[in-house]
């Protein structure tokens, strides 16, 4: 087996909510700031921004090459994801985080097998559980 490293670099400056910084990740640079509804700057996104998008690439990714191995019916698809901040401010918590996927063109006589599909997806994908445990990691209703 191979171990692969992957480097990111981060700047900030500012204190706390009321700072800024960019993300240096393979040849792009993505600014960063707290959200607008956690009192930030909500300048390019957010800490919690990345941490969606990072289980949602996986996600589809993994999701897309399921539903293929298993023959279902899909030209593309997209996922929708939310995540859940419970106890805003003092004991603020990232406490869920939902997919909603969506299969363009999916055969919707097979709608058990794209929700199980979806559940495997969710339980294969490797940033997906690298939360489990810590955050309530859902797929919601699958849309066709």
């Known amino acids: 087996m191979t171990d692969l490293k992957f480097e990111v670099n981060a700047t900030w400056s500012g204190v706390g909510v009321h700072g800024e910084g960019d993300l240096k990740m393979a040849d792009k640079t993505v600014l960063y700031s707290s959200p607008a509804e956690m009192g930030g700057k909500s300048v390019g996104v957010s800490p919690e921004d990345l941490l969606i998008g990072a289980v949602t690439t996986c996600y589809s990714g993994t999701l897309f090459a399921i539903l ?44 058990d097998e794209y929700e199980k599909a979806a559940t495997i997806a969710r339980d ?21």
């Open 68 to 111: 293929t191995k298993r023959r279902l019916p899909v030209e593309n698809l997209s996922v929708r994801a939310e995540g859940i901040v419970t106890g805003f401010p003092p004991q603020t918590n990232f406490s869920k985080l939902i997919v909603y996927p969506t299969i363009i063109g999916g055969d919707s006589s097979k709608q």
């Open 124 to 144: 294969k994908c490797f940033i997906g559980k690298s939360i489990a445990g810590n955050i309530d990691y859902q797929v919601g209703k699958v849309q066709l």
